[in-house]
């Protein structure tokens, strides 16, 4: 088959109904590229000898050398199956968690999904991911098994082993499926009894609730992995061969005389056939007999791998040949690769792309199938629900459904990614092979100009002889680019070395060359008829040296056509309308409004308008459309709705991602679900200073490019590059030196992000003694322990029990903070609702504010769930009534740690207002003096756990309970004359044992008030001078407690073989990591290694462990908690059995001392570190003899 011509791709754009939108996901090596070419070569783009080695939709070089897929390429191709004609957009994505946000950029453009899992390793991480990336955004999924002849040459099954062993891997794929299926049912059915419990209903009593009756109700036939659903593939796409139980149905039912829908139930399952009755029985495995599958299918895949590869039998390979009517041709059958002559065979026998497009083609969607819930998932983002849309939104919906291309269809588009492309692949630049009309028009108008010249040269020799005299020889030259008529004879010019000693020198100027005999005054006796002819005479000599330089004649380029190597191109898909080139369309930000839009700009307006501004909307105009083709691009003048596309012309307009619509009520789609998140920071700077704007120029290029990266400034001015892990680190320097910067960089050491924390105070020391029945005795270092515990001074206090009394410089307030350490499940809950706290503060500003707001149900309802879960998980004395007394998150206000309200009287609007309405809790909060003051506690509180006193990290885990504020009435009226005796004076409930220490510090504090009235204002204003006391006492308070550093922590889970188990084991240990579990996979040699290792230790590991197990490891690195380092930053031995077993300097290594001071040091921060303690030895200098 030959490739597809452009114009019968233009015509299968019209029909949406035979439009498959599909991506191929896996995990890493488990065969999705050469699969991606198997189904190309069908389509005759590649040759099929090719396929799975050029990987055709790789086209990085980065990718080839590899061997991995860094990037989402998408390609069309044309299927014919029967009457039908299919056209498939097939995309391909990375199978490596470094690049999993490409993954999601191709999910969400796609109908259904193609997932691969290798025949040998099973389901691996990578492979559960993708599945619930697939479940996330309601695509369908196909199965294909790949690698089956791994089972044959390398594990040496037989085949019925190798039944039993596919059927455990649709085992492992559908218990996947299954949970995502089973968590669904079980929110839904929470979800009714909820619905119910409002509505009034009596449910209270004894009532027992079976949650497994909405699992029985519901249908999940169409959901699980079965090859006689004909969902499932078995292939080896590198030998070429795949099939599915309805290919061989057809076979043998017109073989055995069976019904094909008899087959279809029978060949997968405990079936055997009766050779005696020719019937199909059941309990094969019962009897002792061979499934149906095995002897009808394997064996003849087994027997046919046994005569090529195994035995390489002649006489047995013709027989087969004959048998399946198969013509290979001579060279392949006398190959010396047996491989060669099986892929020969396979490829005719039973084609891969055969099997795979004919399975996609009748089970997987079309854009007209797409279903309500997924369009409604689409339309509603944050906290709104669809049905709060505005009706013309909700209009839009039909719109989705119908997929329409006419003219009163709204264009609605959606932009996943922006990829960037050299110019010189677009297909403007491309050269366009010629007809022989345009060769003939081309060849004549050369001969013209060739005569033309020709007669020019002939005139002005004529004019030049006749006005030189005898003797003189002049000859006149023309300094310009002449373009020979044979240019690819001529590589070769010459290029004159040369000085100018006078005048101005420019390009096509004519001068004189002057020969070794010339004359001037011959020459000056005829100026007057050589000024007459327009010519002007300048000095200039040339030095004719015995070098010649021989160099390539080319053009300078200015420096903006050499900036603009690149061009970003929008990778897209069309959900409703006909795209047509240089059409304009409104560009929705993600917190765009459509009531919002709808109201402000009055109706019928369209992107062609002069549109006011309105909050994140913009308009722009789509260039260039393209048809992306794998490496290459087609322009297109119009593309019809259901297809995927590029756009050009979007590179000033949208960053990463954003929904195009030519109607104003359209809302901005839902963002794209990451499963991984960025860790990994560096520094970049460029090696030469003047090559800074450059940088800053490649760093922006470089953001827009990729889905996942993150460029960041930081305070010190520093241009940070954030990453998903190694790999994908080096893939965008590579692309900051090459591609978008274009410039040497320098890189500093990965960035490695830490957390302070804060623990229960320990209750055995460093060597697992009771710390009760200890003394202390008398250390060197505890002197520099002193002064963290029981300060005091005139404007702070700290007493025993870690309660921090801090007062403002001008002597007007007071604040009384304690550290509190959360428990590890609330700082784990806080941190996986991150997402959800920022919109619950949305909410509380948007109610503060007055503003009315339709807030989704399911948003209320988690919002309510976090609470239960946070009062079920703050139990005990001093968490009582803790979560209503919430007064903030932090860091910015969505962080993991909490500011509490513990003072007594004060009674502010609540953080959970929007689950008990808005007037009520109002209300019931009366009017403080204090309030006026209360953002000013916050964003105290919000920098203190931006920036720890330990290394300047952000802090995690920590409640800081604000226990005692007073405030003077100067701080309200602002001026020194309004003093007054009364303070506003609100105090704690618990009341510590230093009570009576603390009111008489207050007292002391009020007297120097008086007196200091005066000098108030000295310190600027009482809202500042609190914001920084705050944070102040947050510091001092968290210091009062055993501080903690906590370290990003990565799982790594490793296959490896037996005999490489132990090396794997070494640099794990090597590294600081701790393996969790271990399990070997059935009917393998391969060991499954779990594993946690510190981010920090990370570098280099994957390197390390495949040099030490000669690559028959490889692990895979996902980030996955934050882990509290045990060891003590500051540790020194304080009781006499430490003294004794670590000695007075206790100098052996500690771990959280050392990331400590590395970043301290990264910073700039002071690092207490001593070079040389004492010189007991002197080093010699003399050579050993």
């Known amino acids: 088959m030959g490739a597809t011509s452009l114009d019968k791709i233009k015509t299968l754009q019209r029909n949406p109904a035979n439009i498959r939108n599909l991506c191929i996901l896996a995990h890493v090596d488990h065969g999705k590229t050469t699969l991606a070419d198997c189904l190309v070569a069908s389509d005759g783009i590649i040759s099929s000898r090719l396929a799975g080695k050029l990987r055709y939709l790789d086209s990085r070089e980065d990718e080839q050398i590899r061997g991995i897929t860094m990037k989402s390429s998408a390609i069309s191709l044309h299927y014919s199956t029967g009457d039908q004609e299919y056209l498939l957009n097939l995309i391909d994505s990375p199978g490596h968690v470094d690049f999993s946000s490409e993954v999601s950029t191709a999910v969400r453009l796609c109908d259904g999904a193609i997932v691969i899992v290798d025949a040998v390793e099973g389901v691996c991480p990578q492979t559960q991911v993708v599945l619930r990336q697939a479940w996330l955004e309601n695509i369908r999924p196909v199965l294909v098994i790949n690698k089956i002849d791994r089972l044959i040459v390398e594990l040496k099954l037989t085949s019925l082993e190798a039944y039993t062993h596919l059927q455990k891997i649709l085992e492992q794929v559908n218990a996947v499926t299954g949970a995502l299926f089973t968590s669904k049912v079980l929110e839904e059915r929470a979800e009714k009894v909820k619905e119910e419990v409002d509505k009034g209903k009596d449910l209270s009593g004894d009532q027992v609730y079976d949650w497994s009756t909405g699992l029985e109700e519901a249908d999940d036939s169409h959901l699980y ?46 079936f055997y056939l009766n050779a005696k009755t020719k019937r199909i029985m059941k309990g094969a495995q019962a009897k ?115 997929c329409s291309s006419g003219t009163n269809a709204p264009v609605i588009i959606f932009v996943s990614k922006m990829f960037a492309v050299d110019t010189k692949a677009l297909p403007q630049k491309r050269h366009r092979p010629l007809n022989l009309e345009e060769i003939a028009q081309r060849r004549e108008v050369a001969r013209q ?85 327009g010519l002007k005479l300048f000095v200039f000599c040339v030095l004719l040296s015995a070098k010649m330089i021989s160099l390539t004649l080319k053009d300078s380029k200015p420096e903006e056509e050499e900036e603009l190597k690149e061009v970003f191109i929008a990778f897209a898909r069309i959900y409703s309308g006909m795209v047509k080139k240089g059409q304009r369309v409104f560009v929705l930000g993600p917190k765009y409004d459509p009531a919002q839009g709808l109201s402000l700009l009055p109706g019928g307006c369209s992107a062609f308008d002069c549109v006011p501004e309105v909050p994140h909307l913009s308009c722009c105009t789509m260039e260039n459309l393209y048809l992306l083709m794998g490496r290459e691009l087609e ?143 008398a250390v060197i270092h505890q002197v520099r322990e002193e002064p963290s515990h ?157 920036s720890g006193p330990m290394c300047e990290e952000p802090l995690m885990g920590v409640c800081f309970s604000v226990e005692r504020w007073d405030v003077q009435s100067l701080a309200f009226s602002q001026h020194p004359h309004a003093l007054k005796e009364d303070s506003v004076s609100h105090e704690a409930f618990g009341v510590s044992s230093h009570e009576n220490c603390v009111d008489l510090t207050a007292e002391r504090d009020l007297t120097e008030r008086r007196t200091d009235a005066s000098s108030a204002y000295c310190y600027g204003p009482v809202s500042g001078q609190l914001i920084a006391s705050m944070k102040e006492a947050c510091r001092q308070a968290f210091q009062a407690q055993p501080q903690r550093l906590m370290a990003a922590m990565y ?77 003590d930053p500051y540790w020194v031995p304080t009781t006499e059995e430490e003294y004794l077993h670590f000695g007075a300097k206790a100098d052996s290594v500690n771990q959280a001392l050392k990331y400590v001071n590395a970043v301290r040091r990264r910073k700039g921060l002071y690092v207490e570190e001593k070079l040389v303690e004492h010189a007991e030895k002197q080093r010699t200098l003399s050579k050993n003899k």
């Open 449 to 533: 100009r060739h005569a033309e010249k020709m007669t020019a040269g002939s005139l002005e020799g004529a004019l030049i002889s006749d006005r030189t005299p005898a003797g003189a020889k002049m000859i006149s030259l023309t300094l310009k680019d002449s373009k020979p008529e044979e240019e690819e004879e001529l590589k070769e010019v010459f290029i004159a070395f040369a000085r100018i000693y006078s005048g101005m020198v420019k390009k096509g100027q004519r001068v004189f060359v002057l020969g070794p005999k010339y004359d001037p005054a011959q020459g000056l006796s005829l100026s007057k008829n050589l000024a007459t002819s």
């Open 790 to 946: 029981y300060r005091s001074s005139e404007s702070q206090h700290v007493d025993h029990d870690g309660l921090v009394t801090l007062t403002t410089p001008n002597r007007l307030s007071t604040v009384c903070v304690r550290a509190i350490p959360l428990p590890q499940e609330v700082t784990v809950l806080l941190e996986k609702s991150s997402e959800l706290i920022r919109t619950l503060e949305l909410i509380n500003l948007s109610l503060r504010e007055g503003k009315t707001m339709d807030i989704n149900l399911r948003t209320l309802e988690a919002i309510a769930e976090l609470k239960e879960h946070l009062e079920i998980l703050l139990q005990g004395r001093k968490w009582r009534n803790a979560v209503e007394r919430i007064w903030a998150f932090g860091p910015r206000r969505y962080g993991p740690n909490i500011l509490l309200n513990s003072i007594k009287d004060y009674n502010r609007v609540s953080m959970w207002q929007c689950l008990k309405g808005r007037h009520s809790e109002s209300a019931g909060a009366p009017a403080s003096p204090l309030r006026d003051f209360d953002n000013s506690i916050v964003s105290g509180f919000q920098l203190a756990t931006l």
């Open 288 to 402: 002792g007999k061979k499934p149906l599958f095995v002897q009808l299918v394997l064996d003849n895949i087994w027997t046919l791998y046994d005569a090529v590869v195994a035995r390489r039998d002649e006489e047995k390979v013709k027989k087969v040949l004959t048998s399946l009517g198969i013509t290979v041709m001579t060279r392949d059958l006398r190959h010396s690769d047996p491989k060669v002559l099986l892929h020969a065979i396979c490829s005719q026998w039973l084609p891969v792309s055969r099997a795979v497009l004919s399975m996609v083609c009748e089970k997987l969607p079309s854009p007209l199938e797409m279903t309500a819930e997924r369009v409604e998932k689409l339309m509603s983002i944050g906290t709104r629900r669809f049905d709060s849309l505005p009706e013309k939104t909700q209009e839009l919906k039909t719109a989705f459904l119908q």
């Open 635 to 777: 322009e297109l003048e119009e593309i019809p709705a259901g297809n995927v596309l590029g756009i050009g012309g979007l590179e000033e307009c949208v960053l990463k991602t954003a929904t195009l619509s030519a109607s104003l009520a359209c809302p901005p789609f839902s963002p794209l679900n990451f499963e991984a998140a960025p860790i990994v920071r560096v520094a970049v700077e460029p090696k030469h200073p003047n090559d800074m704007p450059k940088l800053v120029r490649g760093m922006r290029l470089l953001n827009q490019a990729d889905p996942c990266a993150q460029v960041l400034i930081q305070e010190t001015g520093e241009h940070v590059l954030v990453t998903a892990g190694e790999v994908h680190l080096q893939r965008c320097l590579d692309d900051l030196r090459e591609r978008f910067a274009n410039i040497q960089i320098s890189v500093s050491k990965p960035i490695i992000p830490f957390r302070e924390t804060v623990v229960q105070p320990p209750k055995v020391d460093m060597v697992n003694e009771e710390l009760s029945k200890q003394q202390k005795v």
């Open 225 to 270: 992995f079965s090859p006689d659903q004909g969902n499932v593939v078995f292939a080896s796409a590198i030998d070429g061969w795949g099939f599915s139980i309805q290919h061989f149905a057809c076979i043998y039912s017109q073989r055995m005389g069976i019904r094909s829908e008899v087959l279809l139930k029978t060949l997968w399952g405990d």
């Open 1051 to 1127: 799982t790594c889970e490793i296959m490896a073989t037996a005999e490489v188990l132990g090396r794997v084991y070494g640099v794990l240990g090597k590294r600081e990591g701790r393996v969790l579990h271990e399990e070997m996979k059935e009917g393998t040699d391969m060991f499954i290694i779990t594993a946690v290792l510190p981010v920090a230790e990370s570098f280099g590991f994957a390197d390390e462990i495949r040099k030490r197990t000669s690559g028959l490891a490889s692990p895979q690195l996902v980030f996955s908690h934050w882990e509290v380092i045990s060891s």
